[in-house]
């Protein structure tokens, strides 16, 4: 594994989440997969990370990777930005200003940063 994998594995199964709680923006990378032994390669391979599942009704069961530390999330998403197809806008917003963090409405703006997200229209 190395972090050109990780950046597709991170464009096709993964993402960037912010939380805001109480008036603070809270960051996590997550990456998903119905086959645990993926996630469980990539948290070998960062040394971090907790995995989570989940079913739905009538649903594959889903394993999620969770990453919460800043400074374990900057390293990453330095190392994966060169690889980044998809979600590089996503990561540079994050990393421009992650040292900042936590973050509050004054310096940051989750509607900017949602608003790279791009959704395919129904045809």
């Known amino acids: 594994m190395d972090y050109q994998y990780l950046a597709?594995?991170?464009?096709?199964?993964?993402?960037?989440n912010v939380l805001k709680i109480k008036g603070r923006f809270y960051l996590q990378l997550r990456?998903?997969?119905?086959?645990r032994?993926?996630?469980?390669?990539?948290?070998?391979?960062l040394n971090v990370g907790k995995i989570y599942s989940r079913q739905r009704e009538g649903a594959n069961r889903i394993y999620e990777l969770y990453?919460?530390?800043?400074?374990?999330?900057k390293k990453i998403l330095t190392?994966?930005?060169?690889?980044?197809?998809?979600?590089k806008k996503h990561?540079?917003?994050v990393l421009d200003k992650i040292d900042l963090w936590p973050l509050?409405?004054?310096n940051f703006s989750?509607?900017?940063?949602?608003?790279?997200?791009?959704?395919?229209?129904n045809l």
């Open 8 to 16: 597709g594995f991170f464009d096709g199964e993964g993402n960037i």
């Open 37 to 45: 032994i993926v996630l469980d390669e990539i948290v070998g391979f």
């Open 104 to 106: 509050t409405d004054s």
């Open 110 to 121: 989750k509607e900017e940063f949602q608003s790279f997200v791009t959704r395919k229209k």
């Open 79 to 87: 190392n994966l930005l060169p690889f980044l197809i998809i979600k």
């Open 67 to 73: 990453i919460t530390k800043r400074e374990v999330i």
């Open 91 to 93: 990561a540079q917003f």
């Open 31 to 35: 990456f998903y997969n119905t086959e």
